[in-house]
């Protein structure tokens, strides 16, 4: 199965901290994606990445940025974490530059709360 | 908004009933595709229905687009307990989706 991991299921930080979430997925997938999710606001990308060392912006980037150094790993960086970025971050992947059949596949999740 | 609109927000239904949720969009897709979230979990793709299809089934899951009224719906049919979940439309953009806000589906057992 496909699997697209992301390294910590919860995380606390405080206001200011430099905050990096990983994900790794197994499946040699082009695409990777960013999603952070809040309630009543539904799923809104903030970076993707079609290859290694690209990266373009999603809707709402402001305060992040990402790193593409490997095929299989994502990284997010909040650069100064701030309280208005405790969410549930999902990151995501996908074989193709325009979505296929198989759709994306998620990984499970972190939820970050920023204090 | 590029993104995706359902309807309802929220919906509760008695165990073996069938489950219809909606889905409105703006522009034009090249397809449409559905997913469905555990509480507190990641995203799992369901189906894919693309803009030149009109249904479309996989197992209880029943499919139906309508482009001239940038519309989509998911049935459920003879939905279970287990089926209690968060339900999402994305539309594909030029190379990434876009999602609307969710049905929250609760069946009673």
């Known amino acids: 199965d496909v699997k697209v991991t992301q390294s910590s299921r919860y995380l606390v930080k405080r206001t200011g901290e430099k905050v990096f979430l990983e994900c790794v997925q197994d499946?040699?997938?082009?695409?990777m994606f960013w999603y952070r999710q809040d309630p009543g606001l539904g799923l809104r990308l903030i970076y993707f990445?079609?290859?290694?060392?690209?990266?373009e912006k999603g809707d709402i980037p402001e305060g992040y940025s990402v790193s593409r150094e490997k095929k299989e790993r994502f990284s997010l960086i909040l650069e100064s974490a701030s309280t208005n970025q405790t969410s549930m971050y999902l990151c995501?992947?996908?074989?193709?530059?325009?979505?296929?059949?198989?759709?994306?596949?998620f990984g499970s999740g972190t939820r970050l709360t920023v204090v | 908004s590029q993104q995706g609109e359902e309807d309802p927000q929220a919906l509760s239904i008695q165990e073996g009933e069938n489950a219809t949720m909606n889905c409105s969009y703006k522009t034009s897709i090249n397809n449409l595709q559905w997913y469905r979230q555990n509480s507190g979990r990641g995203l799992v793709h369901l189906i894919l229905?693309?803009?030149?299809?009109r249904e479309k089934h996989s197992g209880r899951l029943r499919v139906t687009l309508d482009t001239s009224k940038k519309s989509s719906s998911l049935l459920i049919t003879a939905s279970r307990a287990a089926d209690t979940a968060s339900y999402f439309c994305a539309r594909t953009g030029a190379n990434n989706l876009f999602f609307g806000t969710g049905t929250r589906l609760t069946v009673i057992p």
């Open positions: 990445s079609y290859d290694v060392k690209m990266k």
């Open positions: 499946m040699d997938h082009e695409n």
């Open positions: 229905i693309r803009s030149n299809e």
């Open positions: 995501a992947s996908s074989y193709f530059y325009r979505t296929g059949e198989d759709g994306y596949t």
